[in-house]
């Protein structure tokens, strides 16, 4: 029975060393994981790296989709950037109407001088300022505003632009307020400038702020994310 007792215990001294070698192994794997995950998390919380000039220049140019840019037609004209032009130019050019039609029907067609001129717009230069500014081909700050706020199509938002920027000036020059921009000569010429320069300017015009908005996005990381983190807040909890 002796005998017996002591194999017993030998028996379970082995088991227990044997669980003991067992345990030793797998530390060393557990203690590895951990650093391992430490820096996954470490990876993702990193900032973006920032890219060259020439890298972020290259990126931040995309192909012509004119198929997709067409279907996405509905969202271009929504956009808050082309709704804010059409309201912009519309707004200038009731002001530049309403302001000098008064003083330009007083002067007999085709007769006014330079000094009459000087002398109705002096008397409010405002409205002069924001007319000109808003319906002279190309119609740049409307159209940079569409393209720096599209997110996507911005040639096809300012070409629309610019065709509703040709109409709204042709509105305008039947006006006696329309005598200002022509210098009270003809219209033809306004017109026929609008019509060759506004669509195509205004495309081109907000291509290219679309483009320096993406350049600056791919060039400065954080300021993408900071964007990103305050649509996040906007968003209402569900």
Same mark, same amino acid.
């Given at each position: ?20 070698? +067992?345990?030793?192994?797998?530390? %060393?794997?557990? =203690?590895? +994981? ?24 290259? &990126? ?32 200038? =050019? ?32 405002? %409205? ?13 700050? &409307? ?31 039947? +006006? ?16 026929? &400038? ?41 968003? %209402?909890?569900?």
């Amino acid at each position: 029975m002796a005998r017996a007792k002591r194999t017993d215990r030998t028996e379970a001294r082995r088991r227990h060393r044997a669980e003991q070698a +067992t345990l030793a192994e797998t530390e %060393p794997g557990d =203690a590895i +994981t951990a650093p391992t995950a430490t820096a996954k998390s470490l990876t993702k919380s990193a900032p973006p790296e920032r890219p060259g000039i020439k890298a972020a220049f290259r &990126g931040a140019m995309r192909p012509l989709d004119l198929r997709g840019d067409l279907m996405a037609t509905p969202k271009v004209l929504a956009n808050w950037g082309f709704l804010a032009a059409i309201g912009l130019t519309v707004g200038a =050019a009731a002001l530049f109407v309403i302001a000098y039609s008064d003083a330009m029907a007083a002067i007999p067609v085709g007769t006014a001088t330079p000094e009459q001129l000087e002398q109705v717009v002096g008397a409010s230069t405002i %409205p002069y300022f924001l007319g000109t500014m808003a319906l002279q081909p190309p119609p740049a700050i &409307g159209a940079f505003l569409i393209g720096f706020t599209a997110k996507r199509a911005s040639w096809l938002g300012g070409l629309i632009y610019g065709i509703f920027v040709t109409i709204v000036a042709i509105i305008v020059l039947q +006006t006696p307020a329309g005598r200002l921009l022509t210098g009270d000569g003809s219209a033809d010429a306004v017109i026929v &400038g609008h019509a060759a320069w506004s669509p195509v300017g205004a495309a081109l015009f907000a291509s290219a702020a679309a483009w320096y908005r993406r350049f600056l996005d791919l060039a400065n990381p954080n300021r993408q994310a900071q964007q990103q983190a305050r649509k996040a807040k906007q968003k %209402p909890a569900r």
